[in-house]
């Protein structure tokens, strides 16, 4: 069985090895400088059922093992990191429905997920309410068969472009993170307004949104658990989504690492490749090393996670923090590697060094995750 799922992991991971190269490589300059959404690649990634692996066979997927999802972002980032967002998202808006939905929820919209006929997105953020999730001001009031949400939500992940948005609001605010309800709600809903937002230093091929709520009418069908369960299913969201911007990041350093071994091989000082030269040997090095460190991390939060470990939480926290420092520093590194020619848009190096920076910054900033990581460690 083990040995079964290993070969068909090897399976997906080389196949979509192939896509990204041959299919997703040659788009990630022109979707970074248009800063357009790459609907192209959504449609790639239908036709070739890549949505589908986030997602358990039993609800349209392919495989559901975060390990494998995690596999598959990381080849799709080494060449385009906005396009491996588009799954990593995917996936980020169906686990809500995965862990709080009803078993017909999950029948009626997972398998639209899986295939990529709907888009999904997770709407936890606002203005004032980042780091602080719990402080949410998004109010939800129940009327008859209905809820009805006031509030705005802010840097949604395919909040433009989403057919699902699972929206988080709170039900009753004196009780706190105990009082956050998740809704999954319709993207063209009437009292819903999308302002996409622009200008983003790096993923800029992936949509980005502020949401609006003003008396927005969502059937009480849609509410996904209880009253007052939103926040430990957005908790137990991130902790299975984490790892997947971990693998991102790992596959942006990747990325980087690659190109500037074939640079140093082929560009000359001096008389000779500079890959010749010990310091560059030393800074190369270092950065193997450091990206495979952190894909263990990665592999290891994704088997906590397929296993349903305790651990998975402090796991997920310590690999998305290990492995976006790492591509921080990876593609800083591969820049300095290129010198100037790594300084300039001709080049993809500079590119991957904005795309990394984000994952230092969402699903949970890493100062985020420390306190995660301080919490568990401490418990
Ligand atoms: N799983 C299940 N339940 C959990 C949990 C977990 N991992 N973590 C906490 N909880 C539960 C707690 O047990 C507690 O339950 P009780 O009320 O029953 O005791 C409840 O949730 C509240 O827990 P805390 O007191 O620890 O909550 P807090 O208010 O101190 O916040 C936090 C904790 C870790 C700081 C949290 O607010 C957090 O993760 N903040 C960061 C938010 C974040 O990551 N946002 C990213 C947005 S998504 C995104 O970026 C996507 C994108 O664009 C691609």
Same mark, same amino acid.
């Given at each position: 069985?083990?040995?079964?799922?290993?070969?068909?992991?090897?399976?997906?991971?080389?196949?979509?090895?192939?896509?990204?190269?041959?299919r997703?490589?040659?788009?990630?300059?022109?979707?970074?400088?248009?800063?357009?959404?790459?609907?192209?690649?959504?449609?790639?990634?239908?036709?070739?059922?890549?949505?589908?692996?986030?997602?358990?066979?039993?609800?349209?997927?392919?495989?559901?093992?975060?390990?494998?999802?995690?596999?598959?972002?990381?080849?799709?980032?080494?060449?385009?990191?906005?396009?491996?967002?588009?799954?990593?998202?995917?996936?980020?808006?169906?686990?809500?429905?995965l862990?709080?939905?009803?078993?017909?929820?999950?029948?009626?919209?997972?398998?639209?997920?899986?295939?990529?006929?709907?888009?999904?997105?997770?709407?936890?953020?606002?203005?004032?309410?980042?780091?602080?999730?719990?402080?949410?001001?998004?109010?939800?009031?129940?009327?008859?068969e209905?809820?009805?949400?006031?509030?705005?939500?802010?840097?949604?992940?395919?909040?433009?472009?989403?057919?699902?948005?699972?929206?988080?609001? @709170?039900? !009753?605010?004196? =009780?706190?993170?105990?009082?956050?309800? +998740?809704? &999954?709600?319709?993207? *063209?809903? $009437?009292?819903?307004?999308?302002?996409?937002?622009?200008?983003?230093?790096?993923?800029?091929?992936?949509?980005?949104?502020?949401?609006?709520?003003?008396?927005?009418?969502?059937?009480?069908?849609?509410?996904l658990?209880?009253?007052?369960?939103?926040?430990?299913?957005a908790?137990?969201?991130?902790d299975?989504?984490?790892?997947q911007?971990g693998?991102?990041?790992?596959?942006?350093?990747?990325?980087a690492?690659?190109y500037?071994?074939?640079?140093?091989?082929?560009?000359?000082?001096?008389?000779?490749?500079?890959?010749?030269?010990?310091?560059?040997?030393?800074?190369?090095?270092?950065?193997?090393?450091?990206?495979?460190?952190?894909?263990?991390?990665?592999?290891?939060?994704?088997?906590?996670?397929? @296993?349903? !470990?305790?651990? =998975?939480?402090?796991?997920?926290a310590? +690999?998305? &923090?290990?492995?976006? *420092?790492? $591509?921080?520093?990876?593609?800083?590194?591969?820049?300095?590697?290129?010198?100037?020619?790594?300084?300039?848009?001709?080049?993809?190096?500079?590119?991957?060094?904005?795309?990394?920076?984000?994952?230092?910054?969402?699903?949970?900033?890493?100062?985020?995750?420390?306190?995660?990581?301080?919490?568990?460690?401490?418990?």
């Open positions: 069985m083990a040995v079964e799922l290993e070969v068909e992991r090897e399976a997906i991971r080389s196949s979509v090895r192939e896509l990204a190269r041959d997703i490589a040659p788009r990630a300059a022109d979707i970074d400088r248009s800063g357009e959404y790459p609907w192209d690649i959504v449609q790639l990634f239908r036709d070739q059922d890549t949505y589908a692996v986030a997602f358990p066979p039993q609800y349209g997927g392919l495989s559901g093992s975060a390990l494998t999802l995690s596999q598959v972002v990381e080849e799709v980032a080494s060449v385009c990191a906005t396009s491996a967002l588009l799954l990593a998202v995917q996936a980020l808006g169906g686990y809500p429905i862990l709080g939905g009803s078993e017909e929820q999950k029948r009626t919209h997972l398998p639209e997920l899986a295939s990529g006929r709907k888009i999904a997105a997770y709407a936890l953020s606002e203005a004032d309410a980042g780091s602080d999730a719990g402080a949410m001001r998004t109010r939800a009031r129940r009327d008859g209905d809820y009805i949400l006031d509030g705005s939500k802010m840097w949604i992940t395919n909040g433009s472009v989403a057919d699902w948005i699972v929206v988080f609001a @709170s039900t !009753d605010p004196g =009780a706190g993170t105990r009082g956050i309800t +998740a809704f &999954l709600v319709d993207g *063209d809903s $009437a009292g819903l307004e999308r302002r996409p937002i622009h200008g983003k230093l790096g993923i800029r091929g992936s949509d980005t949104a502020e949401l609006i709520f003003s008396s927005c009418r969502v059937p009480a069908e849609r509410r658990g209880q009253e007052g369960d939103g926040f430990k299913i908790m137990g969201v991130l299975r989504s984490r790892p911007i693998a991102q990041a790992l596959g942006i350093g990747a990325g690492l690659r500037a071994l074939g640079y140093a091989k082929q560009r000359q000082q001096f008389g000779r490749p500079i890959a010749e030269f010990q310091g560059l040997q030393f800074m190369l090095a270092d950065m193997g090393a450091q990206l495979e460190a952190a894909r263990c991390l990665v592999h290891e939060a994704c088997r906590a996670i397929d @296993s349903g !470990d305790q651990r =998975a939480t402090e796991l997920a310590m +690999a998305k &923090l290990i492995a976006s *420092d790492t $591509a921080m520093k990876v593609t800083t590194d591969a820049v300095q590697v290129l010198g100037g020619y790594g300084y300039v848009n001709e080049f993809p190096v500079e590119r991957m060094m904005r795309d990394a920076k984000i994952t230092q910054i969402y699903e949970g900033t890493n100062q985020i995750q420390r306190l995660v990581i301080a919490k568990r460690l401490l418990a």
